[in-house]
């Protein structure tokens, strides 16, 4: 049996609701304080909290309500790593485009404080009996992969193996230690970097870099391991693999084969979350690397666009799927969460709910 709380899961975020917004704006501006927009967080938070739980979800994120970014917002709070504001290009035709934040290696890399122990303890505070609240956070690899050995200081790392990778894994040994002992069971990492492997144009641009696209998969995988190797006990550590989900466009494209091996088999993970919403995800044939003991969940439903998908079609792909991995280690969720930022997908508020109903609804007629 899995070990996630149900057959039936969500990737994480949520549509920030427009009184969050316009409060996040007014913390910008210096209008209120830090403390004001918390408590504007909480209310949002509480309400999300409610709405999973009517929808009828095991598994209770906050939303992802008190950040900007899936994975900067916690990142830059480790030791010894620095983010670079994002910078407004101005393309040749006049139009401006935002260039994503540039993660950096500064220092040695250590856990500086706690970091999503009080978003946790409000959660968990938050979410009925019965429900496990899930807390999501970026995988280490995402420290690594943007900038490779260029993002990384040679002063503090002369050589990234094995210090680099054992530094990263301590932090984040003691951020999941820290959510243990407050109860925390449940910890998904959130992952673009092995999607993007997937894809051509990425695997060129890691070898201008001057990493082989062909060893990242196994190397990550090793480096994932030593945050396995420690995990508290009684947790379940899953991974969403993500191809991009900003503002409902993608990054990536590709099979998951070049990676699947290293991904399914070598990763000492209890849960995948792949994404498999539409062509540009391939076939589930790399499925069959998948062991005994571990769970994939299906993201089969898009959190792009509105358009509700079709159940029937759902079952006949979950069919599809379980020609190469056993049926009873498979499980269904979205693609990915509705808002990766705090821009949000182009998708209604209501569209939100019913592909969370279709995924239960569809989990629960397929395994009961």
């Known amino acids: 049996m899995s070990q996630l709380p149900a057959r039936y899961d969500h990737v994480g975020s949520f ?7 316009e409060a996040r704006e007014q913390k910008a501006k210096g209008d209120i304080t830090p403390e004001q927009l918390r408590e504007v967080e909480d209310k949002a938070i509480a309400e999300i909290v409610k709405f999973q739980e009517d929808v009828g979800l095991k598994s209770i994120t906050d939303g992802e309500f008190r950040r900007t970014y899936f994975h900067i917002d916690f990142l830059e709070q480790l030791g010894g790593v620095k983010t670079d504001i994002p910078v407004t290009i101005r393309k040749p035709d006049g139009t401006e485009e935002l260039a994503p934040p540039v993660i950096r290696v500064i220092d040695k890399v250590r856990h500086a404080k706690d970091i999503q122990l009080a978003d946790f303890q409000f959660l968990k505070s938050q979410v009925a009996k019965g429900n496990t609240p899930k807390v999501t956070i970026p995988s280490p690899t995402m420290l690594h ?18 210090a680099f990778y054992d530094d990263v894994a301590k932090a984040y040994g003691d951020e999941l230690r820290s959510l243990a002992a407050a109860g925390c069971t449940y910890v998904q990492m959130d992952d673009t970097n092995l999607a993007y492997l997937c894809d051509e144009k990425m695997r060129e641009a890691a070898r201008q870099r001057g990493d082989d696209p062909n060893e990242l998969p196994h190397r990550y995988a090793k480096f994932i391991n030593k945050v396995v190797a420690q995990k508290p006990a009684g947790m379940t550590l899953a991974m969403h693999l993500c191809r991009g989900n900003f503002k409902s466009t993608h990054a990536a494209a590709g099979n998951y084969e070049p990676v699947a091996e290293a991904l399914l088999s070598e990763m000492n993970l209890d849960a995948f979350f792949l994404e498999y919403d539409d062509a540009r995800s391939g076939d589930f044939k790399p499925l069959r690397y998948l062991p005994k003991g571990k769970t994939v969940v299906l993201g089969l439903v898009t959190t792009k666009f509105g358009q509700m998908e079709s159940k029937d079609d759902l079952k006949r792909r979950i069919d599809e799927a379980a020609k190469y991995a056993p049926l009873d280690q498979l499980a269904l969720s979205p693609q990915c969460g509705f808002s990766s930022t705090v821009h949000g997908n182009n998708i209604a508020v209501e569209a939100q709910r019913n592909k969370l109903r279709l995924v239960i609804e569809t989990a629960q007629e397929v395994w009961g």
């Open 145 to 162: 992969f943007r900038g490779g050995r260029a993002g990384i200081s040679k002063d503090a790392y002369p050589e990234l193996d094995p």
């Open 15 to 21: 549509l920030r609701p427009q009184y969050l917004l």
